[in-house]
């Protein structure tokens, strides 16, 4: 089924949707957790069928591994952070969470033990809580689950700067990690007050400094569109990382959304404009390009490699693993891209297949530490809710993913799908191209300029119909937590 789009009902959506404030930009996937449900099917039923699709094409799978727990922050979680938590009550709770960890990954043995393992990934919550010991343990039950962990592929460890130190990051590398992403926020120790975090500049880059030390690639997450943040303080901050020498920057708007505190009346009179937060995107875009980044996605830059020690630092595999799930050659698929989730709130995205007759899934983990550990004490993988897929579905899926890159290969869409993307959303593209948003040649769709910086509410807009017809289902009254695939926020 194609929905097709009049031309009246885009112009519409677009010029309602353009100055409004939109939520959950970086890790925009179709479709929200809100719309999911407890699954209907024994999970161990859905991970047999799955071996079923593994026999037709290799899947390559991208392993995260959740953390529940973050440091209180008054404002509560940083003040715009939407993603599931709980508060972080010393060694105690790590202990007992990470003897959980270990019957989840026993659990997954008899239907994960075969992939290809293609990169790992350690998020939350925030990772490096954990003591120096806890990172080579953990890391041991992926090798155990996979039957080793390749010595190439891409490892990564989030965290916060304050909670760095030597000890920490030498067993971090010594456990065979060799990515570190922190989540900074901002530079400006006047700015980063309004998170609540107790965080300096000083911090920040006595950890970078660390990382290079330990030989470990790493990535700072910036936001803009801060609380009084001003053109010259972003610009600021991005000069400051660049000379620090970090490897990968992630520089994104600020989530405003929800119940948050930045989302608060109060908090909102200290934000940009939205006028301004698209003047620094492009600003911060230039100046990037500049100083010899490539821009990868929407909110993504990766220093230029001169070396193949550079091109390791640079790569950003997990997230990027997403953006187009599938190999393909001559309309045959060759490999399909899976994510796998151990952990607290941790999500499974399974694409096994893209006929119209394929199956295809995504799940979460339970998002109340209670409710993860209960359910592994009644022999049950904690599974919360999730969402089965139409043909429609991963037809968006995948579109979703490929505009985060700001480019869609018609030419490929066409092989997957044997739909014309096109003719499939004439009208959409016709008024892009008006408003000078896209520019279309016979590969690829390009997103341009405002374009770009209005990728979450152009994927919104081709998603809008597939999700009326799911909303008028079933009304659900569920939280918005934002999904952590690419995301994935």
Not at 169 to 181: D, K, M, Q, T
Not at 260 to 283: G, V, W
Not at 336 to 344: E, H, K, M
């Amino acid at each position: 089924m194609t929905y097709h789009f009049s031309k009246q009902y885009v112009q519409s959506f677009i010029d309602k949707e353009e100055f409004r404030r939109q939520s959950n930009k970086v890790l925009h996937g179709h479709p929200s957790p809100a719309h999911w449900k407890p699954l209907q099917e024994p999970i161990d039923f859905l991970l047999d069928e799955r071996s079923g699709y593994a026999m037709r094409s290799e899947f390559e799978v991208n392993l995260y591994v959740g953390t529940p727990f973050c440091i209180k922050t008054k404002p509560a979680r940083c003040g715009f952070c939407l993603f599931p938590s709980e508060d972080y009550e010393g060694n105690k709770g790590v202990e007992r969470y990470i003897a959980y960890l270990k019957k989840e990954f026993e659990m997954y043995k008899p239907f994960y033990g075969s992939d290809t393992l293609a990169s790992i990934y350690f998020g939350g919550g925030t990772p490096n809580l954990y003591r120096p010991e806890h990172y080579g343990q953990i890391m041991e039950y992926v090798d155990t689950l996979y039957g080793g962990v390749p010595a190439d592929i891409e490892k990564t460890l989030e965290g916060i700067p304050q909670l760095f130190n030597e000890a920490k990051l030498r067993a971090i590398s010594e456990a065979g990690f060799n990515r570190v992403s922190m989540g900074v926020q901002q530079l400006n120790d006047n700015l980063i007050k309004y998170s609540g975090r107790k965080q300096t500049r000083k911090q920040v880059f006595d950890a970078v400094d660390l990382c290079h030390k330990y030989n470990l690639a790493n990535s700072m997450d910036l936001i803009y569109g801060w609380p009084e943040q001003t053109m010259d303080n972003m610009l600021q901050d991005l000069k400051d990382a660049i000379a620090a020498g970090v490897h990968h920057l992630t520089h994104y708007e600020l989530n405003v959304a929800g119940r948050s505190d930045f989302a608060s009346p109060k908090k909102r009179a200290l934000l940009p404009t939205i006028e301004t937060n698209i003047e620094m995107y492009r600003m911060a875009n230039e100046y990037l390009h500049s100083e010899g980044f490539e821009q990868v996605t929407v909110y993504d830059w990766s220093r230029k490699a001169n070396s193949d020690d550079d091109v390791r630092k640079a790569s950003y595999d997990y997230e990027h693993s997403m953006h187009d799930f599938v190999d393909q050659e001559n309309g045959e698929i060759q490999k399909t891209r899976q994510v796998c989730g151990i952990g607290y709130s941790a999500v499974n995205f399974h694409p096994n297949g893209l006929d119209s007759d394929d199956r295809s899934w995504i799940y979460m983990n339970q998002t109340s530490l209670k409710d993860y550990c209960q359910d592994i004490d009644d022999g049950k993988f904690p599974i919360g809710r999730g969402f089965m897929y139409n043909h429609q579905d991963v037809k968006l899926a995948w579109l979703f993913q490929s505009m985060q890159t700001m480019s869609i290969n018609h030419s490929n869409y066409e092989n997957i799908f044997h739909e014309d993307l096109l003719a499939a959303y004439a009208e959409v593209w016709n008024e892009l191209a008006r408003r000078q948003w896209i520019k279309i040649t016979d590969e690829s769709i390009e997103f341009i300029d405002k374009g770009q910086y209005y990728i979450p509410m152009l994927q919104s807009l081709i998603a809008s119909v597939r999700l009326e017809e799911i909303r008028s289902v079933k009304k659900l009254t569920v939280s918005d937590i934002p999904v952590r695939i690419e995301a994935t926020a």
